[in-house]
Nanobody, 119 residues
Framework: EVQLVESGGGLAQPGGSLRLSCAAS????????MSWVRQAPGKGFEWVSD????????YYADSVKGRFTISRDNAKNTLYLQLNSLKTEDTAMYYC????????????RGPGTQVTVSS
């Protein structure tokens, strides 16, 4: 059974940082590109970032470029998203997903972790 479990969300102040993690199991992690998407209240899914199987190529939405960093540790079957210089508009539920979500949100996602940016 494929499982993706996100963690690391919470409350942060504008300008602050958080590090999200996604523990993967039930499939061969290093055979798949991975992605992060987010969903703000009342809105649809927004693609955030993609990473290829080896972690050598990364892609970001313009809204997070230069502030967020995606990475992976294939030995630990874990995907990460470092969130820096947070803005209130980054408030959303963040999901990791198997495969790319750049053009279409992957249906294989975890339950999500909430990020709230507020002073």
């Amino acid at each position: 059974e494929v499982q993706l479990v996100e963690s690391g969300g919470g409350l942060a102040q504008p300008g602050g940082s958080l590090r999200l993690s996604c523990a993967a199991s039930g499939f061969t992690f290093d055979n798949y590109g991975m992605s992060w998407v987010r969903q703000a209240p009342g809105k649809g899914f927004e693609w955030v970032s993609d990473i290829n199987t080896r972690g050598s190529y990364t892609y970001y939405a313009d809204s997070v470029k230069g502030r967020f960093t995606i990475s992976r540790d294939n030995a630990k079957n874990t995907l990460y998203l470092q969130l820096n210089s947070l803005k209130t508009e980054d408030t959303a539920m963040y999901y990791c997903a198997r495969g790319s979500s750049r053009w279409s949100t992957s249906p294989t996602r975890g339950p999500g972790t909430q990020v709230t940016v507020s002073s």
